[in-house]
């Protein structure tokens, strides 16, 4: 049996969206799944759309996203010499010819098969007139009449489609350059592409390229057509449903495991299960799970699902890529305990890592700024005493440990006849700011014995300042 051997082939017309970014993780998957093979290629035939700052933001969201191509990336904009051989391959079998037709003409003979309630197809004026080459000439597949194609498709099942719907479609156009069902069959078969992956809207492409295959004597891939992404709405998919470029998704503070989860799971199941490592969807993942129901975007999963795989990470795996986000924040960070402290306790709060980086701050403050509402709530005259006798009990601590200051906060429980949360909120504002934070004991540790006594003792001058 042959190894599997899947590609994706974008369009360099703009940024990886998450339509194409899913068809990219299906093939990737699939062929990592399989031990088979992955290709990339870049159809930048239409070269008024085609830029190659669109294709490196293509290469920077895969690469990002983990997916890693075996071969390539090839353009096609450099194969021209392939497709010439391949169409003089079909000139000669006689499956191909010139059609020198004028657009007057062309539209013309559509409008009157319209007018007759036909199809606006080409008529066959030039199909047997064996005409040689000449300047603003196209060059056509000549289709059968009769009979019919079958697609046998992995997702959707077989489907049969009627020769006489088809038309003479152009392969190679006046200015000589490949259409896409010519050049894409050629591409497939000389780079030895033997599964497709891709969405259901390329259905009505493919008796063309079956035809193709079949008049070059070349052997059919296997064909798993998926349905499309929809918005909310069930409309096509849209930034108005949240769906913008992978890397709009990467600057917004989300983990490429995460986004990549969210994208097998559009489509794709493994009974209930809707967590998965990378490394589990490699095992798991096999056409035969894909569905027959358009996938529908929501954004809320999408965040849900990347807050589960924030908790789920090792602290030390989160370092790199909190990085730009802290800095953005107004602080820097470096491996080592501290970070990895700082980030175990602002996991289970975390959406983004945007987010974590905002909530990560009051660490590393020399100066912390109260909230307004926050100040005025717990930073009160009768905080005075308990926050004085907090003082007093860790100037005497030694080791900061969570045992070691619970202690102490009990301690002036005891003393003061108050609740942990009547001395823990006025402690929380002076240490953060803010009125939310990880736990008490934890934050306090990890901030550290000097910074700690130094920020309690900056809220009683807050306070006493006010009174």
Known sequence: MKPVVTRFPPSPTGSLHVGGARTALFNWLYARHSGGRFVLRIEDTDTKR??????????????????????????????????????????????????????????????????????????????????????????????????????????????????????????????????????????????????????????????????????LRSELPVYAHVPMVLGSDRSRLSKRHGAMSVTAYRDMGYLPEALINYLARLGWSHGDQEFFTRQELIEKFTLNNIGRSAGIFDHDKLLALNADHIMASDPKDLIDPLSPFAEESGFNIESGDFIENVIRTLQPRSKTLKDMAADALFYFQDDITYDAKAAAKFLRVEALTPLNRLIAALESIDRFSEQNLESAFRSVMEQTGLKLGKIAQPVRVALTGRTASPGIFEITEIIGKK?????????????????
């Open 451 to 467: 910074n700690v006594l130094e920020r309690l003792r900056k809220a009683v001058a807050y306070i006493e300042k006010l009174t």
């Open 50 to 215: 085609s830029s190659r700052a669109s294709a490196d933001a293509i290469f920077e969201s895969l690469e990002w996203m983990g997916i890693d191509w075996d071969e390539g990336p090839y353009f096609q904009s450099q194969r021209s010499e392939m497709y010439a051989e391949f169409i003089e391959k079909l000139l000669s079998s006689g499956h191909a010819y010139y059609c020198s037709c004028s657009p007057e003409r062309l539209d013309q003979m559509r409008r009157k098969a319209m007018a007759g309630g036909g199809k606006p197809k080409y008529d066959g004026t030039c199909r047997e007139k064996k005409l040689s080459p000449i300047d603003g000439a196209v060059i056509r597949f000549k289709a059968p009449l009769f009979g019919t194609t079958v697609l046998v498709d992995v997702v959707k099942g077989d489907i049969v489609f009627e020769h006489d719907e088809l038309d003479d479609f152009i392969l190679v156009r006046s200015d000589r350059i490949p259409t896409y069902n010519f050049a894409v069959v050629v591409d497939d078969i000389t780079m030895g592409i033997n599964t497709i992956i891709r969405g259901d809207d390329h259905v009505m492409n493919t008796p063309k390229q079956i035809l193709l295959y079949q008049a």
